[in-house]
């Protein structure tokens, strides 16, 4: 099954935003009102957060066959200030990241999570991840962090054209007929095939 609504052009919906600091408003940009921190299309989704560190995100699920291997990408604009013409962006920590979680969980705390970073600088910037999935549906989320030690007066996320690339899972052998199974080895993944013994 496909990303939905990639760009946000129909809206928030099926992606549900989250915050790990206190919470931020969320909203669209949309260029049919004068925005202009869309990537892609018309508009894009954004966070914004007054006197205080913003860190907020969206997920997504999405059907998959175990074993594939994915690829999800993004795009973010990550702002300091109102001004995208004087964006101070640089002068105080900054992250955008992109992460999958291959068992399908929603909680971008856990373990789970692989995630891709880069820094924000003055213009847009992209964060890919792959991974390979372990159950019949994973987890993409967006992730925005602006300020640390100390709160920016306006921070802004902007985050737009997501893609998720899906390569289907190896088949097996012909006339193979044993199950395999993928282990996690903590830096790679490994297929496990449990093959009967037959008769000399």
Same mark, same amino acid.
């Given at each position: 099954?496909?990303?939905i609504?990639p !760009?946000?052009?129909?809206?928030?919906?099926?992606?549900?935003?989250?915050?790990?600091?206190?919470?931020?408003?969320?909203?669209?940009?949309?260029?049919a009102?004068g925005?202009?921190l869309?990537?892609?299309g018309?508009k !894009?989704?954004?966070?914004?957060?007054?006197w205080?560190?913003?860190?907020?995100g969206?997920?997504?699920?999405?059907?998959?066959?175990?074993?594939?291997?994915?690829?999800?990408?993004?795009?973010?604009?990550?702002?300091?200030g109102?001004n995208?013409?004087?964006?101070q962006?640089? !002068?105080?920590?900054?992250?955008?990241?992109?992460g999958?979680?291959?068992?399908g969980?929603?909680e971008?705390?856990?373990?789970?999570?692989?995630?891709?970073?880069?820094?924000?600088?003055?213009?847009?910037?992209?964060?890919?991840?792959s991974?390979?999935?372990?159950?019949?549906?994973?987890?993409?989320?967006?992730?925005?962090?602006?300020?640390?030690?100390?709160?920016?007066?306006?921070?802004?996320?902007?985050?737009?054209?997501?893609a998720?690339?899906?390569?289907s899972?190896?088949?097996?052998?012909?006339?193979?007929?044993f199950?395999?199974?993928?282990?996690?080895?903590?830096d790679h993944y490994?297929l496990v095939?449990r093959?009967?013994?037959?008769?000399?």
């Amino acid at each position: 099954m496909p990303l939905i609504n990639p !760009s946000y052009e129909d809206g928030l919906f099926p992606w549900t935003p989250y915050h790990l600091a206190d919470p931020a408003e969320v909203n669209l940009e949309d260029r049919a009102t004068g925005a202009r921190l869309v990537f892609d299309g018309q508009k !894009s989704l954004r966070f914004v957060q007054k006197w205080q560190v913003l860190h907020s995100g969206a997920y997504q699920r999405v059907a998959v066959t175990p074993g594939a291997r994915l690829t999800f990408q993004a795009s973010a604009y990550l702002l300091y200030g109102d001004n995208p013409d004087a964006n101070q962006i640089e !002068s105080l920590f900054s992250k955008f990241r992109v992460g999958i979680d291959a068992t399908g969980g929603v909680e971008p705390r856990s373990d789970s999570v692989r995630w891709a970073s880069t820094p924000g600088q003055v213009g847009w910037v992209t964060a890919r991840v792959s991974e390979i999935a372990l159950a019949e549906a994973v987890t993409v989320f967006l992730d925005g962090q602006v300020g640390l030690d100390w709160a920016p007066d306006l921070a802004v996320a902007v985050f737009d054209a997501c893609a998720l690339t899906i390569f289907s899972a190896p088949a097996p052998a012909p006339g193979a007929d044993f199950p395999v199974t993928i282990r996690d080895a903590g830096d790679h993944y490994e297929l496990v095939a449990r093959i009967p013994k037959t008769a000399p």
